[in-house]
């Protein structure tokens, strides 16, 4: 990927080398305490150019917590946190989006009423002209977001419409292509599916893929097994700040994915009692010994 220029401060976002195996991120035995509150603990994670990442689990489970320390919104308190390689400790986004991580959150931090293009430069706007006379360079902002757009398959017929009239589908679409052009290389996207429907999650899985094509690492953060299951190559389950599974997609199945991710320990091993509540169906249900996860057991006194 080319060096891009971001913002009307000229800041350039330099490309760096991946480690070794393409390996972009990495996390040994992270975690992150809030006073005697241990939010994250003994997490290992790594983010491969041209793989997608996904973490799952249920609320409470610690994702927003790694979100925040790969990002640079906080920093970790144990453990270690690699970029290319070199232990870093960002203490803003901003130093992270330097190295090429950019975060997508649900929210999107667009502008409803503003028009597409004008989100798409939202705080890095292209100017031209002479200071203290600088202008807006909207022809080429237009021209830009729509090359970029295209280049990751989105065509909007219409630039100038507001950006809170596409579907939210197409934003989540909008902001992976901004996040990409402004030199991201490893993208972090918070639950972008968790709010659409079917037919849109699966236009956002399209192009989480498609970023995947283009070398980048993705971290995939969601609480939907099936989702993670189409475009995963890695899966890394957390419960209660703790890492419970880390298996490649030709390690673990659907099903057993999906077991981790709903609790299935704690299903089993009430398995027996669930079968005495009558309208409970526990066939379906998978015995203790079927959830061996392929991962370090934690430490005692693990929370």
């Known amino acids: 990927m080319t060096d891009k220029t971001s913002g009307t401060h000229g800041a350039v976002v330099q490309d760096s080398a991946p480690g070794q195996d393409g390996l972009l991120v990495e996390l040994r035995g992270a975690g992150k305490s809030y006073g005697n509150v241990r939010a994250l603990h003994g997490v290992d994670l790594k983010v491969h150019a041209g793989q997608v990442t996904c973490v799952l689990g249920d609320n409470g489970a610690g994702k927003s917590t790694l979100i925040k320390i790969i990002s640079g919104l906080h920093q ?3 453990g270690e946190f690699l970029v290319d390689g070199t232990a870093v400790r960002f203490s803003t986004p901003r130093e992270a989006l330097d190295r090429g991580i ?6 999107l931090a667009t502008v409803p009423l503003m028009p597409v293009w004008r989100n798409f430069f939202l705080g890095s706007e292209m100017t031209r002209g002479p200071w203290p006379v600088r202008r807006l360079d909207i022809p080429r902002m237009k021209a830009t977001a729509d090359q970029e757009l295209r280049n990751m398959g989105i065509v909007l017929d219409d630039l ?18 901004r996040a990409v052009y402004f030199g991201a290389r490893v993208l972090i996207l918070d639950e972008p599916t968790a709010a659409l429907g079917v037919k849109q999650s699966g236009v956002v899985l399209k192009y989480i893929a498609a970023a ?9 953060i969601t609480h939907n097994p099936h989702h993670a299951y189409m475009v995963g190559d890695h899966f890394s389950v957390l419960r209660l700040g703790t890492l419970e599974l880390s298996a490649d997609r030709s390690e673990v199945s659907l099903e057993e994915l999906t077991n981790h991710m709903a609790g299935g320990a704690e299903l089993a091993a009430l398995k027996h009692e669930l079968a005495q509540v009558r309208g409970v169906d526990t066939e379906e249900l998978p015995e203790e ?11 005692e006194g693990t929370t």
């Open 76 to 78: 970790h308190t144990e």
């Open 102 to 107: 950019a975060t997508v959150y649900q929210d």
């Open 160 to 177: 100038e419409q507001p950006i809170g009239t596409l579907s939210g589908g197409q934003r989540q679409c909008v902001a992976i292509a």
């Open 212 to 220: 995947r094509d283009r070398g980048l690492g993705v971290i995939f």
């Open 289 to 299: 010994d079927d959830l061996t996860a392929p991962v370090a057991p934690s430490p």
